[in-house]
Nanobody, 112 residues
Framework: EVQLVESGGGLVQPGGSLRISCAASGFTFSTADMKWVRQAPGKRLEWVLGINRGGDRTYFLDSVKGRFTISSANAKNTLYLQLNSLKIEDTDMYYC?????RGRGTQVTVSS
């Protein structure tokens, strides 16, 4: 069974940074295409960043280029998202996704 567990979210001031994580199990993580997506209540789901089995990154949102970085640690079956220079509009629930499966998410709130 595919399981994805996100963690590391929290409250941060504008301009601050966070690193969120996603612990994966139930599939071969090292050969998986993974992505981070986000969604706030009442808003549509947005794809943020993806990483494929070859380590290539894809930015789905222009607004995060130069600020967010996706990485993975295959030995730990863990996906990361480094969020820098955070803006109020980055406030969302962030989910990692493998194929059609997402975890429960981790809340990132940017507020002064």
């Amino acid at each position: 069974e595919v399981q994805l567990v996100e963690s590391g979210g929290g409250l941060v001031q504008p301009g601050g940074s966070l690193r969120i994580s996603c612990a994966a199990s139930g599939f071969t993580f090292s050969t998986a295409d993974m992505k981070w997506v986000r969604q706030a209540p009442g808003k549509r789901l947005e794809w943020v960043l993806g990483i494929n089995r070859g380590g290539d990154r894809t930015y789905f949102l222009d607004s995060v280029k130069g600020r967010f970085t996706i990485s993975s640690a295959n030995a730990k079956n863990t996906l990361y998202l480094q969020l820098n220079s955070l803006k109020i509009e980055d406030t969302d629930m962030y989910y990692c996704q493998y194929e059609k499966t997402r975890g429960r998410g981790t809340q990132v709130t940017v507020s002064s």
